[in-house]
């Protein structure tokens, strides 16, 4: 089955949001794909998603409560069809970690699913506010509904 991984820095904001919505989207369209997030930083390793990004998805129908904080590994290339870094740093340790040229073809930043080849960053709301989480959460609203049309195969 074909599986899709968000990466950020701290596994507690943007990368379970995406997860989140993508996930809902999935569901209803009833596409079998599978999906994850992950970071890059410890300090959160094992906590659920930031209150924050948790209210801006609940308003939406969206229930992040269940999912824990977890580290970026190598293994990841293996389970994984389609790799999405939230910001450049994010982009740049994932691709140091790539063993070979087809790890390397998985990865992408998330935004250039909107915006093809500018390499756009999605914006930390970590030192934000509410304003920030629901700008970051749209953003990857607008995105994931590109991923599902390209998951169902109605564009390329
Ligand atoms: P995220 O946000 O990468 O979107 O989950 C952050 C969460 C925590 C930290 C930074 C960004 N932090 O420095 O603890």
Redesign the pocket.
Known sequence: MTKVLFV?????????MAEGILREKLRISKIPVEVDSC?F?A??VGDPP?SRAQEVARKRGIDLSSHRARLFTPLDFDEFDFIYA?DSSHFKKITRLARNESDLAKVDFMLNVLYPGQNLDVL???YEGMKAFEQVYLQLDDACNHIIEVLSGKSV
Not at 8 to 13: K, L, P, R, V, Y
């Open positions: 950020c820095t701290g596994n507690i904001c943007r990368s379970p970071g930083e300090f959160h930031d939230m930390d709301p970590w």
